[in-house]
């Protein structure tokens, strides 16, 4: 009984007190999910991740991810572990546990955020690659990168984002989104966008 509650507790810090980003849609699909709380964070490669089994101190570890997406554990060896919410990650060793021991309790929580990065190139002060750790707009990696440069066109700034084969191209108008009523062009950002200031 006391593992149950302990996993449960765990659990609930684990969904509530860590950020949440949005991994797939539109601009306006991510500002709703935002809105509503209807978020998960998706695990990527670098991140850290402590897994607990009650009662087999064997067992739990704190692991990194792989460039391959995968962790490494005893007795499971390799486990697929980018692109599961860390619930999703749970379930799985739960199930691939049960084969060692009866009713097993794992938690799995995210310790540090190291796969949510973003590119600002062009016409800005610091252009780079940031690691970010928590919901991210434009505006803000604007901000991270210390503003535009004197020739920067403000208006056609443009959010490159993956797609599979392809990068979309998201167009963001700076000039728009800082007059009145324009706040709700100032979408949050994905892990791998590129923000481009011609």
């Not at 949440?20 to 991510?30: K, L, R």
Request: hydrophobic share 45%.
């Amino acid at each position: 009984m006391a593992g149950k509650i302990f996993s449960i507790a765990v659990l609930v810090v684990m969904t509530v007190g860590l950020p949440q980003f949005v991994t797939s849609g539109s601009a306006e699909a991510q500002s709703a999910a935002v809105a509503n709380g209807h978020s998960s964070y998706r695990i990527g490669p670098e991140d850290m991740l402590q897994i607990s089994v009650w009662k087999n101190e064997a067992m739990s570890k704190l692991v990194p991810v792989r460039p391959d997406g995968m962790i490494s554990l005893p007795l499971l060896q390799d486990i697929q572990a980018a692109g599961l919410t860390p619930t999703e990650l749970r379930e799985t060793l739960v199930k691939k546990l049960t084969e060692y021991m009866p009713a097993p309790e794992v938690a799995v929580i995210l310790t540090d955020v190291r796969s949510f990065k973003v590119s600002v190139i062009g016409e800005v002060q610091k252009p780079a690659r940031y690691e970010l750790k928590s919901w991210t707009t434009v505006l803000d990696v604007l901000a991270l990168a210390g503003g535009f440069n004197e020739f920067a066109a403000r208006n056609r700034i443009v959010v490159l984002r993956p797609d599979g084969k392809t990068m979309q191209r998201i167009p963001f108008n700076y000039n728009k989104v800082i007059s009145a009523g324009g706040e709700s062009e100032n979408f949050y950002l994905h892990s791998g966008d590129i923000v481009l200031v011609p």
